[in-house]
């Protein structure tokens, strides 16, 4: 395949993941696979990614902050727990095993598609604008971080979990806090990977553009009812993904 042809790939994956990724998670579910299927090896494929989220997150929060949700001065310090997890988990990343990494994501991939079969929805009377934080909440963090550092498949759904269910926040303010706390910890991890050679700039570059706009229109769109559809394609796709991951 050109890579003119993997460009134009990981541009449309990308708008995909972005949108699915503002509105829920799951999103490096098709990306980090989407790389790993275009040759790039599993540490390669894992800092790569994290140039399209930043990308990604940026133009999220601006467009949170366009539409008047902003709180960064909690974002940042919720954000700050995530920062030694992270740094510790980029740091295994770049030393696993390339198979062992695609087990475990293959592992991964298969619970994000269980979580999303069975999760069921929060009445959205029983949350609120400013939550309730509590050292779980911040220990949760970290745990967070760590995991994010490592891996990132999912850890949109842990976020939601912790800001939604631990914190109480709703669900749009849940995700504006995402992805300001995802766009903080990836800076480290970005940097672990590029100093380890471990990025492709330019594949990272496409399927960020990909992101950002989707992630633009997610954030647009947070507030309503349009995800059935794009739920059972994710489910597919990882699926999909994760029999390939385990060598079938």
Do not use: C
């Not at 779980?136 to 971080?145: A, E, K, N, R």
Request: net charge positive; aromatic share 12%; glycine share 12%.
């Amino acid at each position: 395949m050109s890579e003119l042809n993997s460009l134009f790939i990981l541009f449309g994956v990308g708008l995909i993941a972005g949108f699915i990724n503002v509105n829920a998670g799951g999103g490096s579910s098709l990306t980090l696979p989407a790389l790993i299927f275009l040759g790039l090896d599993s540490a390669l494929a894992n800092g790569t990614n994290r140039v399209a989220l930043l990308i990604q997150n940026i133009s999220a929060v601006q467009s949170f902050k366009k539409e008047d949700y902003h709180q960064f001065g909690l974002s940042f310090k919720l954000a700050l727990f995530t920062l030694p997890g992270a740094i510790a988990g980029a740091v295994l990343a770049v030393n696993i095993d390339d198979l062992l990494f695609k087990k475990i994501l293959g592992v991964v991939m298969i619970g994000i598609v269980i979580s999303m079969l069975f999760n069921k929805k929060r009445s959205e009377n029983e949350n609120n604008a400013k939550g309730i934080i509590t050292w779980i909440g911040y220990l949760s963090m970290f745990g967070i971080g760590f995991y994010g550092g490592f891996l990132q498949v999912g850890v949109g759904f842990l976020l939601m979990a912790s800001l939604n269910y631990l914190m109480k926040f709703d669900l749009i303010v849940t995700n504006m806090h995402k992805v300001f706390i995802i766009l903080i910890y990836t800076i480290p991890a970005l940097i672990i990977f590029a100093i380890t050679n471990n990025v492709n700039w330019l594949f990272g570059i496409s399927l960020g553009i990909g992101n950002a706009i989707g992630g633009w229109w997610g954030v647009k769109l947070s507030v309503k009812k349009g995800e059935k559809f794009i739920r059972f394609v994710l489910i597919a796709a990882i699926l999909i993904m994760a029999v390939k991951m385990f060598g079938f």
